[in-house]
């Protein structure tokens, strides 16, 4: 999981730790019509900044599955500080005589990560899991200002169809069906993720 590593990083003793720290966390302060726009201009086809530096004639907004990835990117872009920020609180509290005792048996760091680190982190693990499927869910910014839904519909998302279907097409019958449906999927998920880590700690 990349924000559990950048945390492990963010978590170690070095010069301009507090700078780093910084940077990773900078893109979560954006809005989202401010993530969503500045990537719009970056992604471009034809004058965006990716494609130039990079060398590509992608279509990163209207083609599929460039388009998926871009808006995957983007969301992982803007929200990776804030779970590496959550993650990183739970390191620091994680005891540190936990650490020490296995270093004393003769535990290396890989060891002290899967022995320690990891089982002290399910909490944290549970809520940013969670947290990221019930984001997942409801993103709706970025794809109506990145790619608008395009190519056709193929990257409108639950919540863009839903609220496309009741506030344009006044639909609101469906679109209300359509809520409960997705409020279902994400409490079956919810129910799933607590059961894995509980089946977890009680191996």
């Known amino acids: 999981m990349l924000p559990l590593l950048v945390a492990l990083l963010m978590n170690g003793r070095f010069k301009g730790r507090t700078v780093y720290r910084a940077v990773y966390f900078a893109p979560y302060v954006l809005g989202v ?8 201009f970056l992604l471009d086809g034809n004058i965006g900044l990716v494609n130039r530096y990079l060398g590509l004639e992608v279509q990163w907004t209207t083609d599929v599955p460039p388009a998926w990835i871009a808006l995957v990117g983007v969301t992982v872009w803007w929200t990776l500080g804030l779970n590496a920020v959550i993650f990183l609180a739970g390191l620091q509290d994680i005891p540190r005589e936990l650490h020490e ?3 004393v048996d003769g535990a290396g760091p890989w060891r002290r990560l899967l022995a320690v680190t ?3 982190l399910r909490p944290v693990m549970v809520f940013v899991v969670n ?3 019930l984001a997942s869910a409801n993103m709706f910014g970025q794809a109506y200002l990145i790619t608008s839904g395009a190519p056709a519909d193929q990257t409108k998302t639950a919540i863009y169809l839903i609220a496309e279907t009741g ?3 006044f639909d609101m019958g ?3 069906a359509m809520s409960f449906i997705l409020a ?9 993720v607590f059961g894995a880590f509980r089946n977890r700690r009680a191996r």
């Not at 279902?184 to 799933?192: E, P, Q």
Request: no cysteine.
């Open 33 to 40: 019509a401010v993530v969503g726009l500045l990537w719009r």
């Open 101 to 103: 005792a296995a270093m």
């Open 118 to 120: 990891l089982p002290g």
């Open 131 to 133: 947290a990221t499927i």
């Open 167 to 169: 506030l344009r097409q």
């Open 174 to 176: 469906t679109a209300s």
């Open 184 to 192: 279902a999927f994400l409490m079956v998920a919810s129910g799933l």
